[in-house]
């Protein structure tokens, strides 16, 4: 089976999350999703989000980058997919990865500045631009760590304290003896 490359430039439809650190939440879902099946069909490939859009590049085996893409296609957190390169390749160049993520870094900022791009717009990538930029998501040394934020928030509280079976027999045997001191007091009286 030949192996192709492909990628495409799209507008994100969700409104991104203000985040401190860490992945924007639909853009983690997408990740772990897009890990687990090219994983299983041995694509890989790289992720740029950035300015609310996407940069995706993968490669693989043609049918299984095509099924891949038509679900991309198809999926409503992102519009106007532009198709920026389809074509053969001799072999994979991103080894270990089946969805690499580049975070917004210093490394974009160089690749919008070198090119006097005032904000990152890939629909309006030329050819170089986007080798370049498929270069940098290569290259780059950085992932983040993903959380999954569909699964359920674990309770922060302590759990709750249960006494030993010995503390508990040792309670009684002194309530007992509490008791038996005071019926003989009274019996005293
Ligand atoms: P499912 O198991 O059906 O869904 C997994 C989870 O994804 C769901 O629990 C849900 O939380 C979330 N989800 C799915 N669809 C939606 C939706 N429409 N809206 C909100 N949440 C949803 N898939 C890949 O396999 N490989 C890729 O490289 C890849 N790259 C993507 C890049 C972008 C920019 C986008 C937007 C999507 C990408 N996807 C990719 C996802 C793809 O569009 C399909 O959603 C996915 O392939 C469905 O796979 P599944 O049937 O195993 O997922």
Redesign the pocket.
């Known amino acids: 089976m030949p192996l192709i490359r492909l990628a495409y430039a799209?507008e994100?439809t969700f409104e991104a999350k203000p985040l401190e650190q860490g992945v924007e939440p639909?853009?983690a879902?997408?990740?772990?999703?897009?890990r687990?099946?090219?994983g299983k069909v041995g694509?890989v490939?790289g992720?740029y989000?950035g300015d609310n859009r996407?940069f995706?590049y993968?490669e693989g085996e043609e049918e299984a980058v095509r099924d891949?893409y038509q679900?991309?296609?198809?999926?409503?957190?992102?519009r106007n997919v532009r198709t920026l390169i389809e074509e053969p390749v001799a072999e994979r160049s991103f080894t270990n990865w089946?969805?690499k993520y580049v975070p917004a870094s210093a490394d974009v900022q160089a690749f919008l500045q070198k090119h006097q791009l005032p904000e990152f717009n890939p629909s309006a990538f030329d050819s170089t631009q986007c080798e370049e930029m498929i270069d940098l998501i290569r290259r780059s040394s950085q992932d983040q760590k993903l959380v999954n934020h569909?699964e359920p928030v674990r309770s922060k509280s302590p759990a709750p304290q249960t006494l030993s079976p010995g503390l508990k027999a040792g309670l009684v045997v002194a309530a007992v003896g509490l008791v038996v001191v005071l019926a003989v007091s009274a019996t005293m009286l």
Do not use: C, E, K, W
């Open positions: 799209s994100a639909h853009v879902r997408i990740l772990l999703v897009s687990r099946n090219n694509l490939g992720l989000y996407f995706q993968l891949t679900r991309i296609l198809q999926d409503p957190r992102h089946s969805m569909d």
